[in-house]
Each structure stands twice: as structure tokens, then as C-alpha cells.
């Protein structure tokens, strides 16, 4: 439910936002630019009301999301936590004290990660969902029973056109617009209903050929332009925001505005002459009700009020220059931008905590873990400490090897969490009951739900010797809060090989005339090369003489340099990694074929 409630406040949020933006501007634009775009403009608002089309980045994923770092950068802190037997404990649902160093600085934003708007709206029920959603059937049931009663009435008192009367009508339509004339005494200004069949219905009074014809004119405009599906369209967005009282003021301005541009559609080709007939039409049908109408039909002039700015802008009206009209489509391009920046809370919240992928590079395939919901849908965990639950769930006969700065990446994939923490516990021995401490790492947010962290080297001695460590990746949506735990060892050995190549200039020269001629593009490729040395000769026999099994022949990485590319490859049977060094020697544009210059080989090996 909350995540309804966020869509729907942010929608709500940013389509107040976008019509303040409007509304400031109006005086700048009301006179310069055309109604048509004017009213494009309004139905932008319209849209951003009711599609939750967003930017990632966008101000309300902000607001209701990241109004702090989506990771928690910390620097390395000792933790220090204990029983009263003095034995390490870790509760986790509470908060740590942390002893910092006097020369680091340290950030915990646990407490304070969700914006204001996230924390209110996620306190709301179901009550409060019900609610809501009650207001938004009794706000479209109330438009649509009045709409049908008002129907029904205006069906009673239909009278059929005159023979005349349907010559004007069709005269002014083309084949596409095919439309039914008909005359009431229940209403006293034109209008036009029916969303699969439009009818135009006039006062059953006698209007000039003139008057006719610019009342026809007017509503077919509205026809053409499909303004009943805008009706209609209004209706229910303002009945999915019926608790915005800004609501009204947008309804009120589109109303305005879809007029004034038909008015000015009418006009576009009238001389003087024509538009003064065309205003006193105007003033000729202003409305003096005797029945209440509908909001889903398109009159031609429903209010007295508007009328003077509408006259006004008719005998003002002029063509506009191509400077003007380029202008306007420019302004309508920033308000669908803004739009997009201002956006929707689409951020999506996970109902269980959600799968990961932990990627490391020396043991890339790796990828066990367990999860504890730390507090999840009101329930809370407190009852083991992180590395206790490593333990009770197997994680230690399930290891990432890895050595030193090498770098962790985590994927949330669809779900990007509010917040994101690493903490690890150190451990002389991964069997030893209790750890040497637990200290914080720092995450970077490498891109849109992936974070990357690195292996901490400089702890100090007694926790730089830590051959076994637990990490623990804390994630929140809102409310909700987990933790992904898994084991890591620091192999006592790891055994490094750098060998060079035997490439010459003369070999190279060769190569290079071959792909020259067209005839080995694939040397123009740094991973195409680095896959072929792979297999060749050379390296299989060094593979032979240091016992590698295979290397998986899907790169871990491709690491692009001014000067060189380094591919790295994992080892299928053995813990360790290759890396191939790529150059081109006789670089001078981007047509110079990719050489293996030398290798690096990093393995694990066993001491004893």
C-alpha cells in the first residue's frame, strides 16, 4: 500500500509543482505565445498527473527516496560491543557505538537516510488506503451518475435539425468528422457530447447563417482536437487526486485555455469583420442556465466571466512570427523536460527482501549468502549477531577468496535500495569464536542499483594479519531494512607471475600489413587478440608448467588506458586470475592492430 501511496502523492506532488512553474510564467506568455501551445502545455500537466513516466534522477525520487547519499560512506571505525561475560555480541536491530580515531570522520546515516515525505507516508494504514480509494469511487460514481442523468434529460428534448442547418454542418465537416446536429430548449449555449457519437447540440432558438456557422466552427474544432476525451480524461484525474485542492485552480485554467484556443483555431484565417461577428456569437450564446450541466461536454461559452478575456483575445488576435512560433515550441520542449525532471516517486519497493548478485574479482563465480531481516513489514530481528548467523547457515564451507584492495561489487538489480552500509567483522582464523573487531568500509555507488566497495587494507597490524573476515551489506526500502551476509578468506599464499611476450617490430609490421589489406579485422579488437592469445601455443605451454587447469574465457573485466588495455580472466579449477596487457606499438590512429605485451598471473598455492 505504501507504495500506491507514494506514487500517487508524487504525482500529485510534482503536477502542483508543474502548474505553480505555469502559473508564474502566464503573465510573461499569456499574450506572446498561442493558446494552442498554451493549452499543449496544460494538457503536459495533465499527463504528468496521472503517467508515472520518470527520470531516475528525477526531484520526486529525491523527495521520497534519496534525500541522503544512496551509500553510506564511511571511513574505517573499530566497533567495540559486548556482553557483560565480555564475550563480542552484536545486536541488529539497535545502533552501534562507534570509537573513531581522531583523524577519521564518520557518517552514520542510518537514522536519518529517509526524507520526511518517506517516513509520513509510510506510517499511513490500510484504513487510511481505503479511504482514499472510497473518495476516488464516490468522485467518479458522482461525475458519471450526474453526466448520465444529465444525458437522459438533454435526450428528451432533442429536436432534429432543419434541413438547412445540416447542409452548414456539413459543409464545414470533412468525411472523418462525422457528427449528428441537433436542437434543445434545456440548454442555452452550444455543445458538444458523445465520445463514440459526438452530437453537437445547439438552443433551440434561430441563429443567423452567420452565427450558425461560427458556433459550428467551434465545436467542431473542439471534435477535431478530440476535446470530449480531455473532458473526460480531467474527470478522472481529478477524481485519482481528489484530496489536492489545487486540483480545482488546474481544472479551471485547462477549461480556460482549451476555449481561448479554439476561439483561436476559428479565427486563424478571419478578417475584422469576421472576428466582430465572431465575438458578438460570443456574446450572443453566453450561458444564463436553466439546468445544471455536466463537466463532460465541451460548451462553446459557459461563463460570462471569461467572456471579456475571450473577446479580447480575438480582437487582438494576429498571426504570429516564425520566431514566436519556434519560441513556443521551444517553451513547450522545457516544460516536457521539466516534467521529466520534476517526475514520479517510481522507485520500486521490494515486498521480500530481494535477490543479489556479489561479485568479487579473484572469485568472480562465488555467490552464497544469507540474508537477515533485520526489521521487515514491523517484524524485527534481534536475536544473533551477523557472524554468528554466518556461521549457523554454513557460509564458512561457501568462501569468497580474495586478496588485498580487490573490489566487491553488489547488484540490487530492479529494486534500488534508500540506503546502503558495509560493515565486517576480522578473524585471526575464519573457525575463531569471536572477531577482532568490526569495522565499517566505505561504499561508493558505482551505478543505478550497484555498489562497489573494496577489501580493507590499512585497518592496523592485528587486523591486517585477519586471514578470515564476515562482511554484512545493510540495505533499507523505507521501513524495511536487511542484512546480506557472507565469508571471505585471505589465502595464506598467493604465488605472482609477470611474463612478457616475445612480439617484435618485425612481427607486428606483418600483422599490421595483413589487417591493412582487410584480412584479420579480429586484430583490431584488444579482446579479440587477448582471446586468441589464450590459445595459443604459448600460453599453453605455460599453463602446463604451472598446472592451470583452464581459464574461463569470459573476461571479469576490460580496463581501458590511454596507452594499453588490460583483460582480466578468471581460473576455472583454482583460485587466482590472468591478466593480459594489451599495446599497440605503433600507435597513431585507431587503425593499429592490439598486441599481448606481457601477462600477469596471480594464483593461490598452499604452503604446506
Known amino acids: 500500500m505504501n507504495d500506491i501511496f507514494r506514487l500517487i502523492l508524487s504525482l500529485s506532488l510534482s503536477g502542483t509543482i508543474l502548474s505553480f512553474i505555469i502559473l508564474s510564467i502566464k503573465p510573461l506568455i499569456e499574450n506572446r505565445v498561442s493558446k494552442s501551445v498554451q493549452y499543449y502545455i496544460w494538457v503536459v500537466v495533465l499527463l504528468r498527473l496521472v503517467f508515472p513516466f520518470s527520470l531516475e534522477e528525477s526531484l520526486m525520487n529525491k523527495v521520497f527516496y534519496m534525500n541522503s547519499p544512496q551509500a553510506i560512506v564511511s571511513t574505517n571505525q573499530e566497533i567495540h560491543i559486548s556482553n557483560n561475560e565480555g564475550s563480542p555480541i552484536f545486536d541488529t536491530s539497535t545502533a552501534y557505538d562507534a570509537k573513531e580515531k581522531p583523524e577519521n570522520k564518520s557518517y552514520d546515516y542510518n537514522s536519518n537516510s529517509r526524507s520526511y515525505f518517506s517516513g509520513l507516508f509510510n506510517s499511513f494504514n490500510n484504513y487510511v488506503f481505503y479511504i482514499y480509494l472510497l473518495g476516488v469511487i464516490i468522485a467518479i460514481a458522482t461525475n458519471i451518475v450526474n453526466y448520465l442523468r444529465f444525458l437522459r434529460e438533454l435526450r428528451n428534448s432533442y429536436k432534429n435539425a432543419s434541413i438547412q442547418e445540416n447542409l452548414l454542418l456539413s459543409s464545414l465537416a470533412n468525411e472523418k468528422n462525422k457528427v449528428a446536429l441537433f436542437k434543445s430548449s434545456l440548454i442555452n449555449t452550444p455543445m458538444l457530447v458523445g465520445i463514440f457519437s459526438p452530437k453537437i447540440i445547439i438552443p433551440d432558438v434561430n441563429y443567423n447563417e452567420n452565427q450558425l456557422k461560427n458556433i459550428l466552427s467551434h465545436e467542431l474544432i473542439h471534435l477535431k482536437r478530440f476535446d470530449i476525451g480531455l473532458k473526460w480524461l480531467i474527470m478522472i484525474i481529478t477524481s485519482i487526486h481528489w484530496f489536492n485542492p489545487i486540483m480545482i485552480l488546474i481544472r479551471k485554467e485547462i477549461n480556460n485555455i ?118 521487515w513489514n514491523g517484524e524485527e530481528n534481534t536475536e544473533h549477531s551477523f557472524y554468528e548467523l554466518a556461521k549457523q547457515n554454513n557460509l564458512l564451507t561457501a568462501l569468497h577468496f580474495i586478496t588485498a584492495d580487490e573490489k566487491f561489487r553488489v547488484d540490487f538489480g530492479e529494486f534500488k535500495p534508500d540506503s546502503v552500509s558495509v560493515k565486517v567483522a576480522l578473524f585471526s582464523d575464519i573457525q575463531s569464536e569471536s572477531p577482532l573487531k568490526i569495522v565499517g568500509v566505505p561504499v561508493h555507488n558505482y551505478r543505478s542499483g550497484i555498489y562497489e566497495f573494496s577489501e580493507p587494507n590499512d585497518i592496523d597490524n592485528n587486523a591486517a594479519v585477519a586471514k578470515g573476515k564476515i562482511y554484512s551489506i545493510s540495505a533499507t526500502w523505507g521501513n524495511n531494512s536487511c542484512e546480506y551476509i557472507f565469508a571471505t578468506e585471505t589465502p595464506s599464499y598467493f604465488s605472482i607471475s609477470t611474463i612478457p611476450t616475445g612480439n617484435d617490430m618485425k612481427k607486428f609490421s606483418k600483422l599490421q600489413a595483413e589487417a591493412a589489406k582487410g584480412n584479420r579485422p579480429d586484430l583490431l579488437d584488444a579482446e579479440a587478440v587477448a582471446l586468441e592469445f589464450l590459445n595459443s601455443s604459448e600460453f599453453t605451454r605455460y599453463m602446463k608448467y604451472r598446472a592451470i587447469e583452464g581459464v574461463n574465457k569470459e573476461p571479469i573485466s576490460v580496463s581501458n588506458y590511454d596507452d594499453y588495455t588490460v583483460v582480466k580472466y578468471g581460473l576455472e579449477n583454482q583460485y587466482g586470475y590472468i591478466e593480459l596487457k594489451l599495446v599497440q606499438p605503433g600507435k597513431s590512429d585507431d587503425d593499429n592492430i592490439w598486441m599481448v605485451a606481457l601477462y600477469n598471473v596471480k594464483m593461490r598455492t598452499y604452503s604446506d
Open 258 to 375: 482549451c476555449e481561448l484556443s479554439c476561439d483561436e483555431a476559428v479565427i486563424r484565417n478571419l478578417n475584422d469583420d469576421e472576428k466582430q461577428e465572431y465575438g458578438d456569437t460570443l456574446i450572443f450564446t453566453v450561458a444564463q442556465y436553466k439546468h445544471p450541466l455536466s463537466k463532460l461536454q465541451a460548451t462553446m461559452c459557459a461563463e460570462k466571466k471569461t467572456l471579456k478575456k475571450r473577446l479580447m483575445a480575438i480582437m487582438n488576435y494576429n498571426k504570429k512570427s516564425k520566431f514566436t512560433i519556434i519560441t513556443s515550441v521551444l517553451l513547450l520542449l522545457v516544460i516536457i523536460l521539466a516534467s521529466l525532471y520534476v517526475g514520479a516517486c517510481t522507485i520500486k519497493a521490494p515486498k521480500e527482501p530481494p535477490q543479489i548478485i556479489i561479485t568479487n574479482e579473484t572469485d568472480y563465480a562465488q555467490n552464497t549468502y544469507t540474508v537477515i531481516r533485520n526489521k
